[in-house]
């Protein structure tokens, strides 16, 4: 079955951190660039980070940019986003997504709040 599954979210304070993941089946995984979407409430869906799939290249939105890492084990089929300083606008539902064919996960709530 081709799907992506994220895990990783909570809640967490101001100023903390926290690693998602998200693990890919049913497809060969080291032959797609990957991303990772928010949606916070009442908001559009955003891109957060990208990453080719070789790992050699990576982009972040401006929001995140120096916070936010994304990475990839292509031998473990999984993408992770370590994400440092939350804030609490960083609170939103995360997606994992393959960019080809536009496969998107179920997604992981992350809140920050004190």
Known sequence: ????????????????SLR????????RFSNYGMSWYRQAPGKERELVATISSTADKT???????????ISRDNAKN??????????????????CMRR????WGQGTQVTVSS
């Open 20 to 27: 998602l993941s998200c693990a890919a089946s049913g497809f």
């Open 78 to 95: 999984t993408v992770n986003l370590q994400m440092n300083s939350l804030q609490p606008e960083d609170t939103a539902v995360y997606y």
């Open 1 to 16: 079955q081709v799907q992506l599954v994220e895990s990783g979210g909570g809640l967490v304070q101001p100023g903390g």
């Open 59 to 69: 982009n972040y939105a401006d929001s995140v940019k120096g916070r936010f890492t």
């Open 100 to 103: 080809v064919g536009s496969l």
